[in-house]
């Protein structure tokens, strides 16, 4: 069982920025690939950014492209998500997620999903 932990989240500015946190309860963190997936009302959950299980590779979406950095923490069992120059679009709950094969923008390769944390850019 992989348990996943969003913390982080809040109400800034926009311009302002955020760092997300999503610890991992798990034995081994290290072979998995990590996501970070966005969901604003009404609209379905959407890619923002991944990384490999080696770190080797990031990818992003082109919305936050320049803006937003992945990273992880092996060690911690912790994947995080840096958040500059927020726009009142980014405003979503913020899920990351764990998996071991498929594809690092689609939600059904995902094998596991934290809460949540809600992310709120004012204008």
């Known amino acids: 069982q992989v348990r996943l932990v969003e913390s982080g989240g809040g109400l800034v500015q926009a311009g302002g920025s955020l760092r997300l946190s999503c610890a991992a309860s798990?034995?081994?963190?290290?072979?998995?690939?990590m996501g970070w997936f966005r969901q604003a009302p009404g609209k379905e959950r959407e890619f923002v950014a991944a990384?490999?299980?080696?770190?080797?590779?990031?990818y992003y979406a082109d919305s936050v492209k320049g803006r937003f950095t992945i990273s992880r923490d092996n060690a911690k069992n912790t994947v995080y998500l840096q958040m500059n120059s927020l726009k009142p679009e980014d405003t979503a709950v913020y899920y990351c997620?764990?998996?071991?094969?498929?594809?690092?923008?689609?939600?059904?390769?995902?094998?596991?999903w934290g809460q949540g944390t809600q992310v709120t850019v004012s204008s």
């Open positions: 997620g764990a998996h071991l094969s498929g594809s690092f923008y689609i939600v059904s390769s995902y094998d596991y």
């Open positions: 990384m490999t299980s080696n770190g080797g590779s990031t």
């Open positions: 798990v034995r081994t963190f290290s072979p998995y690939a």
